[in-house]
C-alpha cells in the first residue's frame, strides 16, 4: 500500500462563535496517498475550499490534526509553518495568482529563491520545466501576453518546480475554456505520472475529476463518499 502524505483527524473548522457560529469542516477523517491524484467535489458552499486551506495549512483549523509527511503542521509557530509550505507544498489557483510585473520563468524561479536556491539553478530548473510544459518560446513573456491556458501552466510549472510533497489546486480549470481545460487536464495527469507528484484538486469539472484516481465528494463540511 502507499503511505499516506497528509492524515486528518476529526477536524473542525468553525467560523465565528456563540450563536453565530459557523461550522465550515465537520470532524473530517481522510487520508491522502503517495501519488495519487485526489479530486474534491461537492457543491458551492459545502466547505471544499475551506477543507483545501486548512489542510495544507493556509488556514487554522478549529480542532483535530492535520499532519503532512509525519508532522503536525497545526502545531507549529507561524513562521515555521510558512517556511514548511514555500519548501513542501505547492498551490495553483483558479486565478493563476501570477505576478504581473515578472516573466514566465521568473515567477516560477520565485519559490526557488525563496527557499534558498541560487539564481543560476533556480533559472536553469524553471526554464527546463517551462520548456517541457510547451512553453519555451515563452519564458521571458509576462502573464498579459499569455493566454489563460498558458498562465495556468506557469502556475503549475511554479507550483511543481520544488518537487514538493503535495499540490494542492484549488478550481485549476475554472477560468479556462473547454480547450484549456482539456490540456491542463492532461498536463496534470501527465504530470503525476512522471513525477509521481501527490496532487489534491478541488474542482467542480466532472473531466478533472475523471482524469484523477479518486474522488472524494463533500457535502455541509463532511465527505460523504
Not at 520545466?129 to 498558458?150: C, K, N, Y
Request: glycine fraction near 10%.
Amino acid at each position: 500500500m502507499p503511505e499516506a502524505v497528509v492524515v486528518g483527524r476529526e477536524v473542525w473548522k468553525v467560523y465565528g462563535s456563540g450563536d453565530t457560529a459557523v461550522p465550515a469542516l465537520r470532524g473530517i477523517n481522510v487520508e491522502i496517498f503517495q501519488g495519487e491524484i485526489l479530486a474534491v467535489m461537492g457543491p458551492s458552499g459545502c466547505g471544499k475550499t475551506t477543507f483545501l486551506n486548512c489542510f495544507s495549512g493556509l488556514d487554522d483549523i478549529t480542532r483535530g490534526q492535520v499532519t503532512v509527511e509525519g508532522t503536525d503542521i497545526h502545531g507549529m509557530p507561524d513562521a515555521k509553518k510558512s517556511e514548511y509550505r514555500a519548501r513542501r507544498t505547492g498551490f495553483v489557483f483558479q486565478s493563476y495568482n501570477l505576478l504581473p510585473i515578472l516573466s514566465a520563468v521568473e515567477n516560477v524561479e520565485m519559490p526557488l529563491l525563496i527557499a534558498g536556491r541560487s539564481a543560476k539553478e533556480a533559472r536553469a530548473e524553471s526554464r527546463s520545466i517551462l520548456t517541457q510544459m510547451g512553453l519555451g518560446d515563452r519564458l521571458t513573456h509576462r502573464p498579459s501576453e499569455l493566454s489563460g491556458g498558458q498562465q495556468q501552466r506557469v502556475s503549475l510549472a511554479r507550483a511543481l518546480v520544488g518537487h514538493p510533497a503535495i499540490v494542492w489546486a484549488d478550481e485549476p480549470t475554472g477560468n479556462l475554456d473547454a480547450e484549456g481545460s482539456h490540456q491542463v487536464t492532461e498536463l496534470l495527469r501527465e504530470l503525476n505520472r512522471q513525477y509521481h507528484q501527490t496532487m489534491v484538486v478541488v474542482t467542480h469539472d466532472a473531466e478533472v475529476a475523471a482524469a484523477c484516481d479518486r474522488t472524494l465528494r463533500m457535502r455541509d463540511g463532511l465527505f460523504v463518499s
